[in-house]
């Protein structure tokens, strides 16, 4: 499955994580053609801009999640689900 996480570089706090997701084409163009489209499949608020993206790992093993770790400020890992929602986890030490 295509898919690509796109950060926004705004230096300010507000910035934004997009997914892009390819449509399936209709074999006539072969799998890059002209028929080819990649549409927007969600949108979530980051703070601060990503320095790092990183899709986990594809399983092919049935039931896996859509992972993705981001880095910024903090590393963060997100679960991003079919319906554009992106939930994340925020991981760092505190001294």
């Known amino acids: 499955q295509f898919r690509l996480a796109i ?17 399936p ?8 053609g002209q028929n080819s489209q990649v ?3 969600c949108e979530f608020d980051h703070p601060y801009p990503c320095t790092k993206i990183l899709w986990s790992p594809d399983t092919r093993s049935g039931a896996s999640r859509d992972l993705l770790a ?7 890992i997100w679960n991003v689900t079919d319906d554009g ?10 001294e």
């Open 39 to 41: 549409y927007m499949a």
């Open 25 to 32: 084409t209709d074999g006539s163009e072969g799998e890059y």
């Open 7 to 23: 950060g926004s570089y705004v230096e300010q706090y507000s910035n934004t994580v997009q997914i892009v997701n390819k449509r």
């Open 70 to 76: 981001t880095t910024g400020d903090y590393l963060r």
């Open 85 to 94: 929602s992106g939930r994340g986890t925020l991981l760092h030490k505190r």
